[in-house]
């Protein structure tokens, strides 16, 4: 196996497109043509973690965190992370970062974290928008069910749980077909009225290539009529934190010692215990503090996630209680999720989780 071939796999399950804006996800550094020996995977690729992966003879590292966000304009050996990817390049080594791409899909990060504190029923927070296309085309009738059925193959055709939806309409078509052409119905020169099905699906942005491709092979036409319609609908399997239930309401200040056992934190910084129970959760590993308002909104009575300023801990306005429990601590799980998945893909080759702790923060 190819390096490629792992990391297309983890694409397949959270497509480079749910990424920020401000994100650099996607191959870091390294060939990824290369055959595959071993896959490391961790939460940042520090100097540490490059010599443990070649200490383990694993020619790609997958790390959580991009050890560049913005471009380098040297690369010195100066900071460490010109020193990782010398190191990395020294020793034919891939480096991938899979970031906010996992944090904005549901069965990511915050799903991760959601799985560890047993919560139940729970959806995306802050669905995003503009995800999602529409696919018009003009299809003759007698071919418009295995037009249809071809394109859901393709991934089309999925409103929330529901699969293999369209809306097909009636209608006549009309073309003249030209010199040099070879139309499946009507005559060169002549006007042809034809009774045809006009079908609408959607899609995800992320499998356009894939559906047009799949439009195109399938359509009995030599020119194929259709519209593209970007939607803003929002998309309810894409977007940022994730909000669920506990079975049960819980004592509020147990809830808080659960979640410092469970994370595994040295210190949960929180606002103050304004509601008695627990029984909605929301959760957002890294930095959330952008997803307060939608955590109130939506009737959360405890909001986990890290990196709150301390102006950011009022804005709770006692409606809400905010658990800080660190960046690090909030993520540290994302390690297992990339093992399950490539696990999944490649059982026959070496996986490790690294052994470095590369949270640069410390408590006393």
């Not at 399950?13 to 290369?34: C, F, H, K, M, R």
């Amino acid at each position: 196996m190819e390096i490629k071939e792992a990391i297309n796999y983890l694409e397949h399950y959270a497509p480079l497109a749910y990424q920020e804006s401000y994100d650099n996800s996607g191959v870091i550094t390294g060939n990824v043509n290369l055959e595959l020996s071993g896959v490391l995977i961790c939460i940042d690729s520090t100097e540490e973690v490059v010599d443990e992966a070649i200490k383990n003879n694993c020619n790609l590292i997958v790390a959580h965190h991009p050890i560049i966000f913005s471009g380098l304009k040297k690369i010195t050996g100066a900071t460490y992370p010109e020193r990782v990817l010398i190191k990395a390049i020294q020793n034919n080594i891939v480096i991938y970062a899979a970031h906010t791409n996992f944090d904005n899909i549901k069965g990511g990060v915050n799903s991760k974290i959601a799985e560890k504190l047993a919560l139940k029923n729970c959806k995306i927070l802050a669905p995003k928008k503009q995800l999602l296309r529409k696919l018009i085309t003009f299809c003759p009738g007698n071919k418009s069910y295995q037009l249809r059925q071809a394109l859901f193959a393709a991934g089309a055709g999925t409103v929330g749980n529901y699969t293999e939806c369209s809306f097909n309409t009636e209608g006549e078509g009309t073309f003249k077909p030209a010199l040099n052409t070879q139309p499946y119905v009507g005559e060169i020169g002549i006007q042809h009225t034809e009774k045809e099905v006009k079908v609408e699906t959607i899609y995800p942005l992320n499998i356009e290539a894939n559906v047009l491709q799949t439009l195109f092979s399938n359509h009995p036409y030599e020119e194929v009529a259709y519209d593209i319609i970007s939607l803003n609908n929002t998309y309810n399997q894409v977007g940022a934190g994730i909000i669920g239930e506990l079975e049960q309401e819980e004592d509020a200040y147990l809830f808080l010692k659960k979640i410092k056992k469970d994370m595994q934190t040295a210190c949960v910084r929180h606002t103050e215990i304004v509601k008695k129970s627990i029984k909605k959760v929301a959760v957002c590993g890294g930095s959330g503090s952008f997803l307060l308002n939608q955590a109130i909104a939506q009737g959360a009575d405890i909001f986990i996630t890290s990196d709150f300023k301390y102006h950011q801990f009022f804005d709770a306005e006692k409606q809400i209680l905010i658990a800080d429990i660190g960046h690090y601590e909030s993520e540290q799980y994302t390690k297992e999720l990339f093992y399950d998945i490539l696990k999944e893909k490649i059982p026959t080759f070496a996986l490790y989780l690294s052994k470095i702790n590369t949270n640069p923060v410390n408590y006393l």
